[in-house]
């Protein structure tokens, strides 16, 4: 790993995630590498070997001079690199070429999904400033910590979905990445809502009095995308300086089975149940203290509530396709 990071800093480093798309890109890496090489040129790799390793890896390398470092993986893998450079301090560039089953970030920046054709829009693209997101929360030991994410961040049903997502994964038989994802994310949250109860929730936006609302889904979006394809903000945009507040109350688990196509048409902001805002800071926690509610990050599930949500305004250079 250090040997690949240690070559010609002037070359890309790719971070591979040999576990994304279900361990496919361990299976495919040979032809995909190749396809890289013959449809954007020559690079450098280093492979993730445990979860964290993306960002202690660009960090390292963003330290070391690298000035464009691509994530190949799933949206997991791109949050982790996010970290890395976000964390080293430099100026440098993000790549995404896709390699896993959900791909949300890569629909926002409208990166094709196959290997030549991903390889084409890296070498021809053009960079743009994104914003980024930063959620300070508690994790998992209950300590405070600070996180990046670049797509969208949520307390409630979408983190008790993803981690039964994560254990389940019933439909990885299925060969296509995208119908794989969809499939075990819109099973999961049927399992889920079979049971499905709200939270209330103290929120703040910022500068805004305290206040209590219901929810089964709180969501701080900076990209549209989410679970698999959905898109759970329409409206958010990646360099406007805001985070879209997306809350969904107290729906019946018959009205959400009967309206989950809203999910994928954009259409959300149609429900009742479904309020939506823009906020540059969101102060967000249990009315209850003694209510553990899960969050979850770019898919991941890293801690729990209470959580400061932040934007960083124009924080990332992106290499999106001409």
Partial sequence: MDQEI??????????????????????KWAGVAADLRAHFGPFAVAFTKAPGDGAVIAERAARGGRTFIIACGGDGTINEVVNGIMRSGEDV?????PSGTGGDFRRSLEM????????????????????VG??????????????????????????EVIKRVKSAKVFDWLPVNKLRGQANFATSTLQEIVNLEGSTLRVRFDDGDEHQLR?????????????GGMMIAPEAKLNDGLLDVINISDLTTARIILKAP????????????VKMTTARRIEVS?????EEIFIETDGELPGRLPAVYEIVPSALRVRVPR
């Fill in 6 to 27: 240690q070559r010609d800093t002037s070359l890309p480093l790719v971070i591979v995630n040999p576990k994304s798309a279900s361990g496919s890109t361990r299976e």
């Fill in 262 to 273: 809203a999910l994928y048409r954009g259409t959300l902001a149609s429900l009742d149940e």
């Fill in 134 to 159: 930063r959620v300070t929360f508690h994790d998992h030991s209950g300590t405070e910590v600070s996180r990046y994410f670049v797509n969208v961040s949520s307390a409630g049903l979408a983190a």
């Fill in 112 to 131: 094709p999904h196959g290997d030549r054709d991903a390889a084409a829009a890296l070498r021809d693209g053009v960079t743009k400033r994104i914003d």
């Fill in 286 to 290: 249990p009315a209850d203290p003694s």
């Fill in 93 to 97: 560039e993000l790549g995404v070429f």
């Fill in 215 to 227: 929810t089964i889904a709180f969501c701080v979006a900076n990209a549209r995308f989410f679970g």
